[in-house]
T-cell receptor
């Protein structure tokens, strides 16, 4: 069974601060996705990283996939209250027939105070 | 928007009763999934389907069954609901791209309370 350890579980910061969320595993993933979820809604895809060492930027969000494709990070620069939400990482199995199944981290609840 | 509709969105049911949740998609995707989300556990895969009448178990399949008689609909059934099945249930579909790999899109969720 593949596991994804996501940290921290909770993050409470002031507007304007920077933060990083980590996703780590001992398993290799063919791709890794980051989602953001707001209360009462389904997870919304932010980004998919596929290549080891890949870095993707989405405005103030920077996503990185580890060289060995076992870990990933999400960095938010100058956080805003609108960034508040639950952030989830999810990995797709590498090799074989995975049928697109995802392994999710436990999630990081981010609160950005004005 | 991946064209996913879940129904019902909210349901309260009694222990021991059967419950069926429906997932409907409009984009003809081959792969469909049912996940449940509980505090501290993230999302966990219940069952998935890789085609009409082709389904398989996920990591938390006990107490659940699924059916997919046509491409657009994937049904999740709790044969005899228990309080431990109180959860939020998400349906998802897979879009596959050459550059993006496996990309999973989620529906808006079905909130189930078993009393």
């Amino acid at each position: 069974t593949q596991l994804l350890e996501q940290s921290p579980q909770f993050l409470s910061i002031q507007e304007g601060e920077n933060l990083t969320v980590y996703c780590n595993s001992s398993s290799v993933f063919s791709s890794l996705q980051w989602y953001r979820q707001e209360p009462g809604e389904g997870p919304v895809l932010l980004v998919t990283v596929v290549t080891g060492g890949e870095v993707k930027k989405l405005k103030r969000l920077t996503f990185q996939f580890g060289d060995a494709r076992k870990d990933s990070s999400l960095h938010i620069t100058a956080a805003q209250p609108g960034d508040t939400g639950l952030y989830l990482c999810a990995g797709a199995s590498a090799g074989g027939t995975s049928y697109g199944k995802l392994t999710f981290g436990q999630g990081t609840i981010l609160t950005v105070h004005p | 928007d991946a064209g996913i509709t879940q129904s019902p969105r909210h349901k309260v049911t009694e222990t021991g009763t059967p419950v069926t949740l429906r997932c409907h998609q409009t984009e003809n995707h081959r792969y469909m999934y049912w996940y449940r989300q509980d505090p501290g556990h993230g999302l966990r895969l219940i069952h998935y389907s890789y085609g009409v009448k082709d389904t398989d178990k996920g990591e938390v399949s006990d107490g659940y069954s699924v059916s997919r008689s046509k491409t657009e609909d994937f049904l999740l059934t709790l044969e005899s609901a228990t309080s431990s099945q109180t959860s939020v249930y998400f349906c998802a579909i897979r879009k596959q791209g050459l550059l993006s790999g496996n990309t999973i899109y989620f529906g808006e969720g079905s909130w189930l309370t078993v009393v």
